[in-house]
């Protein structure tokens, strides 16, 4: 088995249970479905926090490597920027926080992350990397603008051979406080998930780190979208250290940031509204601003992309409306 693959669950469970124990601190909702299915609202209707949401990030982990918020300028402002730590990305990013599960029940939707993928094992990631890991506990965290109910509990349990008791389903909108903080701490997924596309051998990343600004919450659905995606890909600067030939980098680099695609240097808002669907935007927009690799067989180091200030403040309506 994957180093740390089989605590990406217990670690889901445990950071779950303590912000349950401190809901009211934290600024969560705690309640249970009708099916025995725990729910946390951290952003949807309760009104979350800034320590919910890193608290969210962690648990989308599995509460493997390490999340910090610190302030950092923009222009004329001070803004939140979320810093991350991930030893054995391989598990902690793709085997848990990347939201690749899409979950569809009648109206409803929302996309999912946690370890609770990794026991569905519904993606084609999980049939590339032997990354499946079952449990009698887990946690599903729902990017999401609104609260599911027992029938999405139903569907989620059932796919993860559990029952809906043995469940825990934490959800926030992408525009409040946890859920921009949650997104923000994405940088090194982002380029992990960006290097699969790429074909790049991602057992060959032992560590990786990243900074991303928080984007400024909003109640407005589809900027928020905007000011969340446009914070990693103007704004996400990421490190990895990899063991594999410089040629294999090489290969790949020039393609690994956001810059390299042809929808690069317009507002993520904008190539929505016009394009009306993720999937008709350029799918290699989808990274990180910047992107060092630091091979440690070779001793060399790779960096290719640019962080862009101007596009952020933009965006986030600093100075004006964004």
Not at 187 to 196: D, Q
Not at 236 to 263: C, G, H, N, Q, Y
Request: a neutral charge.
């Amino acid at each position: 088995m994957i180093a740390g693959l089989d605590r990406i669950h217990t670690g889901a469970v445990r950071i779950a249970d303590e912000m349950a124990e401190r809901a009211a601190e934290l600024g969560v909702a705690v309640s249970v479905l009708p099916n025995g299915t725990r729910l946390i609202d951290a952003g949807v209707a309760a009104r979350g926090s800034r320590e919910a949401g890193r608290r969210f990030a962690l648990a989308c982990m599995g509460g493997l490597g390490l999340v910090r918020i610190d302030e950092r300028r923009l222009g004329p402002a001070t803004i939140a920027e979320a810093r991350v730590a991930v030893p054995g990305p391989l598990v902690a990013c793709m085997a848990s926080q990347y939201a690749g599960w899409k979950i569809e029940k009648g109206k409803y939707f929302a996309m999912g992350s946690g370890p609770a993928r990794a026991m569905a094992a519904a993606e084609p990631l999980f049939q590339r990397y032997p990354l499946r890991a079952r449990s009698d506990r887990t946690v599903l965290l729902l990017e999401t603008s609104a609260l599911p109910g027992g029938d999405v509990a139903d569907m989620v349990a059932e796919r993860c051979g559990l029952p809906p008791e043995r469940l825990t389903l934490l959800a926030a909108s992408t525009g409040s406080q946890a859920g921009s903080i949650q997104i923000a701490a994405r940088s090194v997924e982002t380029a992990l998930h960006k290097l699969m596309e790429l074909g790049f051998d991602l057992a060959t990343i032992v560590a990786g780190s990243g900074t991303c600004p928080v984007a400024p919450p909003t109640e407005d659905h589809l900027r928020a979208i905007g000011r969340t995606n446009d914070a990693v890909l103007y704004g996400a600067d990421v490190s990895l250290w990899v063991r594999t030939e410089d040629r294999a980098i090489e290969t790949v680099l020039d393609r690994l940031p956001s810059s390299s695609s042809k929808d690069y240097g317009r507002s993520f808002y904008d190539l929505f509204r016009e394009h009306g669907d993720f999937y008709r935007i350029d799918p290699l927009l989808f990274s990180p601003a910047r992107v060092t690799v630091v091979n440690a067989p070779s001793g060399r180091v790779f960096t290719a992309g640019k962080t862009d200030d101007a596009m952020l403040m933009r965006s986030f309506g600093i100075g004006g409306r964004g």
